[in-house]
DNA sequence: GCCTTAGTTCCATCAAACTCGAATTAATGG
DNA sequence: CCATTAATTCGAGTTTGATGGAACTAAGGC
């Protein structure tokens, strides 16, 4: 698959960031992942469709959350947090403390 | 103009928030309200029709980011930046910053 | 080459949400 | 009481976004 894009830090939008973790679905993910450290895809998916799962980390790439990076047949999925830190400092940590609480 | 519903900060709802936050509109107004202290809603219209504007007060006040209080025929609005930060810590100051910067 | 696996893309459907005009309510002043 | 001002509520139109089935693509294994 070839290498999908991702915006670089300084592309991040504040409004696409809050959007993209407003979602429920999305922002489990996001916590699984911060928890975690990487997954599949599939590791992720809560039994929903594949469709449903790809638009979501979509979403979460578009917005610069998460790193999709093909590793053999499946994609390891990080979140991008040194890159959010840099560009957005305290939030997604802020996000993941309440989420978390 | 009866005292309008406001959450108590233990309802805040994170998903809540952060979709109210993630709208241009409205994070316009909450940038207002924080660096200017508090305001009418007409003085943060921007040109938008009334209906527009009260709606987007009436996310922000559900979201809990809002309190507005009736004040003679103006209704005077203020951040809940305390009760915020007591129930997700750090998280508006953020995404203030980032909305600065 | 063929099959399987993992995700993506395309498409349609349906629900949520933004926008805004018009009617309404609430408080004040004359 | 009437007019004015400030904002809410209602209703309609339009857009955005979530969901999920079907077809497609890329990589690996036999």
Redesign the pocket.
């Known amino acids: 698959?070839?290498a999908?894009k991702h915006p670089e830090a300084s592309e991040f939008r504040l409004e696409k960031v809050l959007?993209a973790l407003s979602?429920g679905?999305r922002l489990g993910i996001v916590r699984q992942l911060a928890a975690e450290g990487e997954a599949?895809?599939?590791?992720l998916d809560g039994g929903?469709?594949?469709?449903?799962?790809?638009?979501?980390?979509?979403?979460l790439r578009e917005a610069g959350l998460v790193r999709?990076t093909?590793f053999?047949?499946?994609?390891m999925n990080t979140l991008r947090r040194a890159e959010m830190e840099e560009r957005f400092p305290g939030l997604l940590e802020a996000v993941l403390a309440a989420a978390r609480g």
């Open positions: 698959m070839a999908m959007h979602d679905v599949s895809c599939a590791a929903r469709p594949k469709s449903t799962v790809s638009h979501h980390f979509r979403v999709t093909p053999g047949v499946t994609h």
